[in-house]
């Protein structure tokens, strides 16, 4: 088999057993890279022969030896630059790594460059283009890292979200993600937007990727075995379910459905009229903290500032301490409500995105809506991608798996379950 076709868990267990050497494995995904950047614009800093060195210097040994990893351009790094797609930052060099970036070659991972974001991880696209549609975004502000797995360019990446910028792009791209409870992942080293979301995940080629990237960054991670027994899963389509485009809902019904035909219990969850403001409170949080994260830039360089990130300071300015503190109240009173309604079950099931990958020309400021997603980040609980499989031809669509705060080992686990009994589901 390819290594391009590996897995990590897989290829880098090659490289310890010493049937392939972590050179050879570089060469591989450099060729990959060659051949099909000029088209989809992954990287924002890439440097081949930095790439060899380290690779020549990698004793091969670790976690993920050997294992081609990309790192999203907000997340600093002592051997490329961090720009954060932001002329007020180019050519900024960090004095050393970011902590996460320091634990994946601490595991033998092998840094491939940085991955293109939007600026400040917020809303203004950069050149990335969805390799499965190259007229189609790739997503938000993890675009970068997310079309470049899904090229092959590496066997795993970086991201961070703070609304939607990681499982968007995962479910466009057609990616395994995961996006970690809040404060699980170390953010040292990683500008912030809205300290009271941001978040450090990744992409994987598997399940069990996820799982190995997990115990890499956050320290005694362990993945139990469950029961044998049929899941318990509550399916939340949100008060915003008329806006999931009609083909994006049959794909998600139909998935729920086939789960249910597998022996599994799932069950239709409604929560009270309160939660339909969670999504409204979360863009007033950001917006305040986005602002306040950003004062410095908006101070001094206010001209190099894209419309989007101006507009989110107007709006910031518009609200009061008290509406902002209001706010962190209501999600902070609803948060145990939704943890006894969600308690029976051991997983929810949702949207991941209303839409498949928008048209590129489209989604300069916007890659579409957030919502699905930043509805369960607001509680800051742990979020899985899912991609359904689709009949060739057609764009992703993804299932988001939704575990409660902090049960992310038990959440993952799951996800390994779904992945086996969806194998067998063709989506139309």
Not at 191 to 202: E, H, I, N, Q, Y
Not at 327 to 337: E, Q
Not at 399 to 411: P, S, V
Request: aromatic share 8%; proline share 7%.
């Amino acid at each position: 088999m390819s290594r391009l076709a590996l897995d990590a868990t897989a290829l880098s267990q090659t490289v310890r057993d010493g049937e392939t050497t972590v050179a050879a494995v570089a060469e591989a995904f450099l060729q990959r890279i060659e051949t099909l950047e000029p088209d989809i614009h992954a990287f924002a800093s890439f440097k081949p022969q930095q790439v060899r060195l380290h690779a020549a210097q990698n004793d091969g040994r670790g976690l993920l030896a050997g294992v081609p990893v990309g790192v999203k351009d907000i997340i600093d790094s002592a051997d490329y630059p961090t720009q954060f797609f932001s002329p007020i930052y180019a050519d900024h060099k960090p004095s050393r790594d970011a902590h996460v970036v320091t634990l994946l070659r601490q595991a033998g991972a092998l840094i491939m460059g940085k991955t293109h974001t939007t600026e400040f991880a917020y809303m203004r696209t950069g050149p990335t283009r969805n390799p499965h549609d190259l007229e189609r975004t790739p997503g938000s502000s993890s675009a970068g890292s997310a079309a470049g797995m899904a090229a092959d360019f590496f066997a795993v990446a970086l991201g961070t979200q703070t609304a939607g910028s990681l499982l968007k792009p995962a479910a466009y791209c057609g990616l395994f993600a995961f996006k970690p409870s809040f404060g699980l992942v170390s953010l040292e080293g990683i500008k912030p937007l809205a300290p009271s979301f941001d978040t450090v995940g990744w992409y994987g080629r598997s399940v069990r990727d996820l799982c190995l990237v997990g115990r890499v960054l956050i320290p005694g991670f362990k993945v139990p075995d469950i029961e044998q027994r049929p899941l318990r899963l509550g399916f939340y389509r949100t008060a915003r379910w008329d806006q999931v485009a009609p083909d994006v809902a049959s794909a998600l019904e139909q998935a729920v459905e086939h789960l249910h035909g597998a022996g599994h219990q799932v069950s239709e969850v409604q929560l009270p009229d309160e939660f339909a403001g969670v999504f409204d409170d979360h863009l007033l949080i950001n917006d305040c903290e986005g602002a306040r994260s950003l004062a410095k830039e908006f101070q001094e360089h206010r001209k190099l500032l894209s419309p989007s990130i101006l507009a989110m300071f107007d709006r910031a300015a518009a609200t009061t301490w008290e509406q902002e503190s209001a706010a962190k109240a209501r999600l902070t009173a609803l948060a145990p409500i939704l943890n006894e309604i969600c308690q029976p079950f051991d997983a929810m099931l949702g949207p991941c995105c209303g839409t498949v990958a928008p048209l590129y020309r489209d989604s300069a400021e916007n890659t579409g809506p957030s919502d699905y997603i930043k509805f369960w980040g607001a509680f800051g609980w742990p979020q899985v991608n899912l991609p359904l499989p689709r009949a060739e031809g057609l764009l992703p669509i993804g299932l988001q798996l939704i575990g409660r705060f902090r049960n992310d080992a038990a959440l993952l686990r799951v996800a390994e379950r779904m992945t086996v009994d969806l194998l067998t589901y063709r989506g139309q």
